[in-house]
Every structure is written in structure tokens, then in C-alpha cells.
């Protein structure tokens, strides 16, 4: 699922090599981020005869402006690492279907087949799917205008760019507070703005956020719009028990009201958790036979670069172990 703003680069569309309708790959890698990437990496390592298929490419990480927690790059550009890893994955030569959503996964006779929006399909004997999940907007004005430029959705990507300056924080849950610790570890002064009345976040770390005294709570709050001229410079917000509208001077918006897996199109084919992520064991397997997943879009804790790249590699490994163990290969 693409988010609104998210402008895809269909540069180099033209250039990539297609995969072909039907022909029966070992294996099809669904995503664009770094769980899929490191799948297709460690495929093509492998030999395997497989196709990766994506909307595009970087998933969530194409949201931030700069990493610094990405093992042997002490200060990255978001969009640097993508390239990076986009340049890896091309030099195998791998056939890749892009710019199309994934609509569908079924299996049928042991085999898969993955539906596209624009009806075309692929099949393959094992899939590895992986992609990611979006973050829920709040659909204000300003959002989508000032994504990268005072927007984030990622504090432990991004509270470093904002160390001793004005931060709004939307949410009321334990990615909220979680947020805060993260800014307060800069430096910054914190307006936590919720909207249901009463606040969401584990006891424990409530009180470790309201110890810290550059922090507001502003609970029962609207906020209406994301205002600035080439950054964020203000948030409306209005006080849903009164009416009274305020204005917030801040220099970033960290928006934390949840995200959503991008698990859609497998949900008739692998158990899903009450959060929507495709449920896996510990060698990225489902509980559907030949069918892996990997990265942000599984019940695996802490959404992290790093951690989506690892599981990659071990689901195209575990796949490779599933076509050796049944002959396929």
C-alpha cells in the first residue's frame, strides 16, 4: 500500500528485467524494503530461479531523512541506504515486477500464485512476503505537505534531528510515550497531544515521561492542521471538552496513532494476530507450508531496519531448506 505523499521514483522502471507470466519460479519475494531486498540477496546467492515483485522501492524507510542505528554507517541518508540497497539487489540481474500492488496470494496444487492489481499473476513454488506495514494517518491538513520536512514517524530514526527544539507528539499509546523518552533523551520539549480522553501507555512508562519537565499533556485534543511555509512552524489543536482552539509553536510532529500491516492480500491464506501481522516462527515460517514471511508486515517485535534485514535472510533461507527438503530443487 503506497502512503499519500509518497511520491514513487519510476526512473529507472523501463530498465528492469521482467518476470514472465506463466513460468513456475522457486520462489517469489513479495516487498521493497529491507526485508525483501535481503531475501532476494541471499536467493540469488542461493541460485534460485525466483522474481521479486514490489510497489516500490524502501517501503517505510523512505519516510525518514537520516539513520544512524544501521550497523556500519555512523550517519546515513535514508534515501542513500535505499539506493544502496537497490544496488545490491540489481546486480544479481533479478527479474522484478514494479509499480503494481499485490492484490492476492492463493495457493493451489502446492502451488502459489500472486495477483496483481492490474490481473496479472505470477506463480512460484514458495513464497517469501514482506511488505511492511503503513503507518495510520491522522489525515489533517499539513501532513502529507510537510512529510520529511518537520513530519516524521519515527522517533528512534529521527528525534536526533530535533535536540533542544519544540516537538508535538500525536498519540496517547505506548508508541507515543515510547517517542518522548526518545526526544527527552535530546533535549527536546514535548507536547503530547491525545485525542481519546484518558491516556493509552503501560503505567510504567507514563511515569517515566512525566518525570521529565519539558513535557506537556494535552489529553482530549484534536489536532486540526500542520502549519508552515518550507517546515513545520505550528499545530492547530482544539480542546475537544471546551471547543477552545490553540496553536502549538513547534519546530516537528511525530505522529504515533498506530500502523497498519500491509497484510490484506494473504489474510484468506496465513493466520494473522489480532494486529493484523502475518503470525511466523522463528525461521520466518507461517502455518501454511511454503509460504515465509519477513520484516514489519510479521508478529516479530521491534520494527527495525536491521532486525527486517535479518529476517529476510533467514526466510529465503528456511524457503531454500523447503524446496531441497521436497525435491523441488
Request: aromatic share 10%; hydrophobic share 40%; proline share 3%.
Amino acid at each position: 500500500m503506497e502512503f499519500p505523499g509518497i511520491i514513487l521514483d519510476t526512473s529507472s522502471i523501463s530498465s528492469l528485467k521482467k518476470p514472465e507470466q506463466g513460468v513456475l519460479y522457486d520462489m517469489l519475494i513479495v516487498g521493497g524494503g529491507a526485508a525483501a531486498m535481503s531475501a532476494a540477496v541471499y536467493a540469488a546467492r542461493k541460485m534460485l530461479h525466483f522474481a521479486l515483485i514490489t510497489l516500490d522501492f524502501g517501503g517505510l524507510i523512505k519516510e525518514t531523512s537520516e539513520i544512524d542505528n544501521y550497523l556500519g554507517f555512523q550517519n546515513i541518508q535514508a534515501r542513500d541506504l535505499i539506493e544502496k540497497f537497490e544496488e545490491h539487489v540489481k546486480s544479481f540481474d533479478i527479474p522484478i515486477n514494479f509499480g503494481v500492488p499485490v492484490i492476492e496470494v492463493t495457493k493451489e496444487d502446492k502451488i502459489f500464485k500472486v495477483l496483481l492489481e492490474d490481473r496479472s499473476g505470477f506463480s512460484g513454488h514458495t513464497v517469501i512476503f514482506a511488505t511492511g506495514e503503513h503507518h495510520r494517518p491522522l489525515n489533517v491538513p499539513g501532513e502529507r505537505e510537510f512529510l520529511g520536512k518537520g513530519v516524521a514517524y519515527c522517533a528512534t530514526c529521527d528525534a536526533p534531528l530535533f535536540k533542544d527544539k519544540k516537538v508535538v507528539i500525536a498519540g496517547g499509546g505506548n508508541s507515543a510515550f515510547i517517542s518522548a523518552l526518545d526526544l527527552m533523551r535530546v533535549n527536546s520539549e514535548v507536547f503530547l497531544v491525545n485525542f481519546t480522553a484518558g491516556w493509552q501507555a503501560d503505567a510504567t512508562v507514563r511515569q517515566r515521561v512525566e518525570k521529565y519537565a519539558k513535557v506537556h499533556f494535552l489529553d482530549n485534543y484534536k489536532i486540526l492542521r500542520i502549519d508552515g511555509k518550507d517546515s513545520v512552524e505550528s499545530v492547530a489543536v482544539r480542546n475537544r471538552l471546551t471547543g477552545n482552539e490553540e496553536r502549538i509553536q513547534c519546530d516537528g510532529v511525530f505522529i504515533e496513532v498506530g500502523l497498519i500491516p500491509n497484510s490484506e492480500p494473504v489474510k484468506k491464506l496465513v493466520k494473522l494476530n489480532e494486529q493484523g501481522e502475518v503470525v511466523i516462527d522463528c525461521f520466518g515460517r507461517t502455518d501454511t507450508p511454503g509460504f515465509y514471511a519477513a520484516g514489519d508486515v510479521t508478529s516479530v517485535p521491534y520494527k527495525q531496519i536491521i532486525i527486517s534485514a535479518g529476517d529476510g535472510a533467514k526466510a529465503a533461507l528456511s524457503a531454500y531448506d523447503f524446496l531441497i527438503k521436497n525435491s523441488i530443487l
